[in-house]
């Protein structure tokens, strides 16, 4: 652990004290606890977005899928709006299942009805992993169906080979006629920023505690490029990863002089300004939320387990559960 380590992870209560609205525009809450969600809310995070991605074993059929995406669109949102969060979700093919072509075909059948429900923000996140051929088909397939669609675009670019496989994520999508500004491309590092950011793309950054790009690297790239397209997020899922990302490293911004206007661009208001695109997603969601009911079912199901529900009579006065 080096001298960084401890200032690279603000303490909860420094971010309590510095409140903000945080947007984390990619996270995987079904792999997360409902004690994310009261942390999340707690330091100011007010929406999310759940990108569509593996389950860390390869899916068997179809129907795991479909499953999937109900999830994403029905229960999760569901159970962030018991917290008090707005949730959204992009709908995709991941790339690592691309390469199970007879599954990948009867996927491919499936995105158009989820892409078109209400709250998918774009289609995502696909793109590369081991950049094999048919990743390369069904990455190229989807970005048609996001032209025919008029959807904004989430990239996963590889974490191995990173700077190739971010530049060919790019030209593909060039290739296929899509803007830059309706492409998000995520999991940058020093080695893309640059190229991703000169072509006019939106630049996502996944911070991972102790590896990868930490938010000590994060608080270097705003001091150098400053803070136009570039995107903060946790890419939390079931793996070593922090929802607190945002927040916490919004306030290292803080401790080492980043000025306020920036560190609310990138960590809030420039996903709003892309994603918004799509039409889904508007601050109005959050700004004059509906009051959190945890009397509230989905189905037949409660987030709750015998505790008292949290009943808001304005939104204002969000309780947690003790
Ligand atoms: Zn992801």
Redesign the pocket.
Known sequence: MGAFSERSYPMINDVLTNFMNYIDP?I?MSSRTTDDYQAMKQAGIVAVIE?A?WLGQPRTNVGSFQDYFNTLVGWERFRAAQFGIRHYCTIGLNSKEANNEPLAEEVMELLPLYLSKEGVVAIG?IGYDDMTPAEDKYFRLQLELAKELDMLVLI?TPHRNKKAGTLQSMDVCLEHGLKPSQVIVDHNNEETVRQVLDRGFWAGFTLYPHTKMSDARMVEIVRQYGCDRIIVDS?A?WGISDPLAVPKTAQLMRENGIREGQIKAVCYENALVAYSQSGQMNEHDWLNPQPVDQRQLFGSSSVLRGQKPVVEESSQNYILID
Do not use: A, C, I, T
């Open positions: 990619h995987h990108p991605f996140e996963h890419s899922d």
